[in-house]
């Protein structure tokens, strides 16, 4: 029963392990969902990448039946996505900082508090321009059929955006 079990684990753990970041199944477990509920880049396994897998890439190029222009240019798009996103996260935790120090003296720091609840927005409305940049160039660059076909992951949940 063991040996069943471990070489399932094996397989499934390789299977997942082999796209970079790809958080596997619901909460991390399985292989057939992807998960993009994290915070992370996707590079140490702790979240996901732009598109809720760790390799959105390689994962699409299969997915879509992407060519080799179709492949550069989504790289593209996704790398200008992925530092869009490392930019949120250095806003994220220099708000987070912010908030910290508004709080730790003898008197509350209204300013401060909201000057990082400010930038927290404008990270918010970045961010989702970029998304929105990002997908109207996707639509763009696949053919009807790859459209479909992405649309169903993203419905599916298996891409979360």
């Known amino acids: 029963m063991f040996g069943s079990l471990s070489s399932w684990y094996h397989a499934h753990r390789h299977a997942c392990?082999?796209?970079?970041g790809v958080r596997c199944g619901p909460h991390g477990r399985?292989?057939?969902?992807?998960?993009?509920?994290?915070?992370?880049?996707?590079g140490d396994g702790s979240g996901s990448g732009p598109f809720g897998v760790r390799r959105p890439l390689r994962f699409?190029?299969?997915?879509?039946?992407?060519?080799?222009?179709?492949?550069a240019e989504l790289a593209r798009i996704l790398g200008e996505l992925k530092t869009e996103r490392a930019q949120a996260e250095v806003d994220r935790r220099r708000t987070l900082s912010t908030?910290?120090?508004a709080v730790v003296g003898e008197t509350f720091e209204q300013a401060r508090v909201k000057e990082a609840a400010d930038l927290r927005v404008a990270?918010?409305?970045r961010l989702s321009e970029a998304v929105s940049?990002?997908?109207?160039?996707?639509?763009?660059?696949?053919?009807?059929?790859?459209?479909?076909?992405?649309?169903?992951l993203i419905r599916a949940g298996i891409l979360s955006i």
């Open 17 to 20: 392990s082999d796209w970079e």
């Open 30 to 42: 399985g292989h057939h969902g992807f998960d993009g509920g994290g915070q992370g880049d996707g």
């Open 60 to 71: 699409l190029a299969y997915k879509l039946g992407l060519d080799e222009h179709q492949v």
């Open 99 to 101: 908030f910290a120090d």
């Open 123 to 125: 990270t918010a409305a």
């Open 133 to 152: 940049k990002a997908l109207s160039s996707i639509h763009a660059l696949l053919n009807k059929d790859q459209r479909e076909r992405l649309a169903y």
